[in-house]
């Protein structure tokens, strides 16, 4: 019987062994491909105080996490609402001496106070790949490479990767001069918006063009040169050439790619690279990711993050349907055996049980798993 203190609050649910055997087989499968391409997984801890979460990127907003006083310290403590800071201040203290570039792997809850209108959860499993101490065509090339290749690993199909420009609006603002913050930030908001008329309002004439240097990879870049006459954007176009070359080389038309230089939502602290990643059937975004700088050291990294709960919703099932029975008083070393071979057991604890209602699809008789109907 449900009672009313049962209920969970808003954004945060359980996750019932059909949706949870989901996550873990694609939390595993984008862990192994990080793993095997060199990554080293660390383990921030879920909350941390606010002030250390905020000072190593740029743009972090605490008030969008869950904040309380710690008895013990009295000080302000914030639970985590992104992984990539802390990995950023792991690199900047506890492995300050490790040699660069320095590649490290992380998957962990996060939580947050207000979800957005697209994805009303509060609770996300992060799992993601920081590449520290460099900030090159071929570290952004690795990190957009690896997190298709987790995404593959996971099953999902119809990727595509849209890259945008996160600092845009501050380099053009620097070309013509543009020092008022009021007028850089309405002119953000108007972009964001991608309200032609508001921006024309806000000033921002000269930016109406990219608004429309969107859609597909070349063609879009091919209108931001255009546009780009005096050059200010020239290194980082070439820049995502070369890494959309990169892409294009190993997957062909399996991965398509986009180009929308203004999209700002979700990029917080990232710099002059970012990108988003979809796929097949999925609601809203599978990842993000992009260069950026961590505070404190100034340190330069690229990295990615996915939201694994949020991917595994179309990730294709688990598999691995087979379950054995075990009777009272099988042989246990057979039982041992076909575990080890990647069978999953089930033992009978008493009299009663029906062991195809419990799931079972083959039932130990001797040192052979029979299938169930045909052993009845
Ligand atoms: N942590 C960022 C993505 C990212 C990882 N590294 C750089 N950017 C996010 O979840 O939006």
Avoid: N
Wanted: aromatic share 6%; charged share 25%.
């Amino acid at each position: 019987m449900t009672q009313p203190t049962d209920l969970l609050p808003e954004g945060l649910e359980d996750r019932l062994p059909a949706s949870a055997a989901r996550i873990t087989h694609a939390m595993r499968a984008c862990l192994d491909v990080l793993h095997t391409h060199g990554y080293d997984r660390v383990r921030p801890p879920l909350l941390e105080f606010e002030r250390s979460l905020a000072s190593r990127m740029q743009g972090i907003r605490t008030q969008a996490m869950f904040r309380f006083v710690d008895p013990a310290s009295l000080r302000t403590l914030a639970l985590r609402s992104d992984i990539t800071p802390q990995v950023g201040r792991i690199a900047a203290t506890s492995m300050k001496t490790a040699p660069r570039p320095l590649r490290l792997a992380y998957c962990g809850e996060t939580a947050l106070i207000r979800a957005s209108q697209l994805d009303p959860a509060r609770q996300r499993l992060q799992l993601g790949a920081e590449l520290i101490g460099v900030d090159t065509i071929a570290a952004a090339s690795e990190i957009v490479m690896v997190a298709i290749e987790a995404l593959m690993g996971a099953g999902l199909t119809g990727i595509s990767v849209d890259f945008t420009l996160p600092d845009l609006v501050d380099t053009l603002a620097a070309r013509d001069g543009d020092t008022d913050p009021d007028h850089i930030e309405a002119v953000r908001r108007e972009l964001d918006t991608k309200d032609a008329g508001g921006l024309r309002d806000a000033g921002g004439e000269a930016y109406l063009p990219l608004l429309y240097a969107a859609g597909p990879f070349d063609s879009a870049l091919a209108d931001l040169r255009e546009y780009d006459a005096g050059g200010a954007l020239a290194t980082r176009l070439d820049g995502l050439k070369a890494i959309a070359a990169r892409v294009k080389a190993a997957h062909g038309p399996d991965v398509r790619l986009t180009l929308d230089p203004t999209e700002r939502y979700g990029f917080e602290y990232q710099s002059w690279f970012g990108f988003t990643l979809y796929a097949d059937a999925l609601r809203g975004a599978a990842g993000r990711g992009g260069t950026y700088r961590i505070g404190g050291s100034e340190e330069a990294a690229t990295g990615f993050s996915l939201y694994v709960d949020h991917l595994a919703e179309v990730a294709p099932e688990a598999g691995g349907g087979r379950v054995v029975y075990l009777p009272l008083g099988h042989d246990a070393d057979a039982a041992a055996k076909l575990r080890a071979e990647g069978w999953r057991t089930l033992a009978q604890l008493g009299e009663g049980e029906d062991a195809g209602m419990l799931g079972c699809t083959h039932v130990l008789e001797g040192d052979t798993p029979k299938e169930l109907e045909a052993s009845q």
